[in-house]
Nanobody
Framework: QLQLVESGGGLVQPGGSLRLSCAAS????????????IGWFRQAPGKEREGVAC????????YYPDSMKGRFTISRDDAKNTVYLQIDSLKPEDTAVYSC????????????????WGQGTQVTVSV
């Protein structure tokens, strides 16, 4: 049973940067982090959940929706069993709960395709 725990959220000013962490544990026997696709999603109050980024299983290919405009960078540290999401040039509209999700398959743009989810970390961008 894969467990995911997000951290690194907080209150930041517009234009600032933030690095979120997704710590993974409880891997299925015989598997390690690179066997999982890990995606980042966010949901603002009253808004639909949207995908932010994903790092694929095996080759670690990364994917970003066009709407993210190059301000998001996902990476993986296998030694730390952690996936990161770097957010630059933060805008007020980035305010949301950011969650990571995993599955033993390749990346998917759909949240429903992932069967493991973290609790989320709050990111608030305000003056």
């Amino acid at each position: 049973q894969l467990q995911l725990v997000e951290s690194g959220g907080g209150l930041v000013q517009p234009g600032g940067s933030l690095r979120l962490s997704c710590a993974a544990s409880g891997f299925t026997s015989g598997y390690t982090l690179p066997y999982y696709a890990i995606g980042w999603f966010r949901q603002a109050p009253g808004k639909e959940r949207e995908g932010v980024a994903c790092i694929s299983d095996r080759d670690g290919s990364t994917y970003y929706p066009d709407s993210m405009k190059g301000r998001f960078t996902i990476s993986r540290d296998d030694a730390k069993n952690t996936v990161y999401l770097q957010i630059d040039s933060l805008k007020p509209e980035d305010t949301a709960v950011y969650s990571c999700a995993g599955r033993l398959r390749s990346c998917s743009e759909y949240g429903w395709a992932y069967n493991y989810w973290g609790q989320g970390t709050q990111v608030t961008v305000s003056v």
